[in-house]
């Protein structure tokens, strides 16, 4: 079983900083993407940002040139610097990655519980 936890989250005022960190544990072979979603209130789930295991990144269009995701694959975690925050950043960022574990060959999907972060006007 794979295991994702996400930390870094909390109240910022609009104009700050935050980074987020995910790690994931378990029987993992291999992971191909990792990802961040984020979901406001009363919508749906959105994809933030990606990078895949090349280092290739791409972002939404409405964090392009704020935040900036990396990873560390030797402790197979995955970060995202988040700067210059607006309020309408706010919601649960929840990280996600694409990994092989030793039991399956095939790929599967993992989410972790999500943090809030939360940016004041």
């Known amino acids: 079983q794979v295991q994702l936890v996400e930390s870094g989250g909390g109240l910022v005022q609009a104009g700050g900083s935050l980074r987020l960190s995910c790690v994931a544990s378990?029987?993992?072979?291999?992971?191909?993407?990792m990802y961040w979603y984020r979901q406001a209130p009363g919508k749906q789930r959105e994809l933030v940002a990606v990078i895949i295991s090349g280092g290739s990144t791409n972002y939404a269009d409405s964090v392009k040139g704020r935040f900036t995701i990396s990873r560390d694959n030797a402790k197979n975690s995955v970060f995202l610097q988040m700067n210059s925050l607006k309020p309408e950043d706010t919601g649960v960022y929840y990280c996600n990655i694409v990994a092989r574990t030793y039991s399956s060959s095939s790929p599967r999907s993992y989410w972790g519980q999500g943090t809030q972060v939360t940016v004041s006007s």
């Open positions: 378990g029987s993992i072979n291999s992971i191909n993407g």
